[in-house]
């Protein structure tokens, strides 16, 4: 008080800027008690490590889908490329070659347009379908080469769909804190559904061989369902923490419509508002006098 009386300065206004300042420093104590805990909170959240892949339930069955998605698609892809019936015919490999380059363009369209779970199940369906049918074409058709060729041409097209809708689909279904581990073991579990192939190809028959795509068309198709179990991921925030991860917004049943509705009906707003300013402004135009 006495300096603010010698600076010439009102008790009053001294005083009001006193109390200002008293408010001021215990909120910033107060806050600075909240930021230590919401740290310790923070850094429990972000310590975490690849076991809670087993031991979180969302994620444990969340990786048992997409771990036995990788592992099966791998395994059809070193199969199918490295059978005699593709790498003996040079007019196969260079229409795989031509038909590639403008289906992965396709590819990603198709995985922006209808989702990253759709996207898997028709993929995994498809590819279900397609080495069912290779599978029909080894067994009963075995002098027909062309179809069977014919045949693995296109299941390879539909493993570069399945293949870009994975890899995408793996990175957003983990939180950022597993993120890295999430991918990894997915692709541990690729290769070694890849480096299986080799061992059935030297051992089986042809008639054999045909019956093991059977088999890999089953499988296909049971994890293309199990895939349905999924959330859709698309113009969703990815998960930093595994909070986020049980946050509402992944219990959604189908995000992607929700996500559309809503820029649809903000849309619909714009314009209905942009109509109704140009009508007041044509009608205030009109009033004014001449």
């Known amino acids: 008080m006495w300096a603010a009386q010698v600076n010439g300065m009102d008790p009053a206004d001294f005083n009001q ?36 892949l087993m031991t979180n339930k969302t994620l444990c069955q969340r990786s048992a889908v997409i771990f036995g998605c ?22 196969a490999r260079t229409l795989l070659l031509l038909l590639r380059m403008p ?23 498809a590819l279900s379908a397609g080495t069912a049918a290779l599978s029909v074409a080894l067994v009963f058709f075995v002098d027909e080469a062309w179809l069977a060729r014919s045949l693995i041409v296109l299941n390879l097209l539909l493993f570069d769909l399945s293949a870009v809708t994975v890899f ?36 089986m028959s042809l ?5 093991l795509y059977a088999l890999y068309a089953a499988v296909l198709f049971v994890f293309g369902l199990l895939a349905t179990q ?48 140009k009508r007041r402004n044509r009608r205030m135009s009109c009033a004014q006098p001449q």
């Open 168 to 203: 995408t689909y793996s990175a957003e279904l983990y939180p950022t804190v597993l993120r890295g581990a999430g991918l990894g073991l997915c692709y541990s579990c690729g290769r070694v559904g890849a480096l299986l192939t080799p061992f059935f190809n030297d051992m």
């Open 70 to 91: 990788w592992f099966l698609l791998f395994g059809v892809f070193y199969k199918l490329t490295t059978g005699d019936l593709l790498a003996g015919n040079l007019v």
């Open 207 to 211: 008639v054999a061989k045909g019956m």
């Open 103 to 125: 289906g992965l363009v396709g590819d990603v369209f198709i995985l922006g347009r209808i989702g990253r779970r759709k996207s898997l199940v028709a993929s995994m369906l």
């Open 17 to 52: 800027r006193l109390a200002v300042l008293r408010q001021s420093l215990e909120k910033h104590v107060d806050t600075a008690g909240v930021l230590s805990a919401d740290s310790d909170t923070i850094r429990q959240e972000h310590d975490v490590n690849v076991f809670y």
């Open 230 to 277: 999924l959330p859709e991921t698309t113009q969703l925030q990815p998960a930093n923490t595994l909070r986020d991860l049980h946050a509402k917004k992944w219990k959604l049943s189908s995000p992607l419509r929700v996500a559309r509705r809503r820029s649809g009906a903000a849309k619909s707003t714009t314009k209905l508002s942009i109509t109704v300013s």
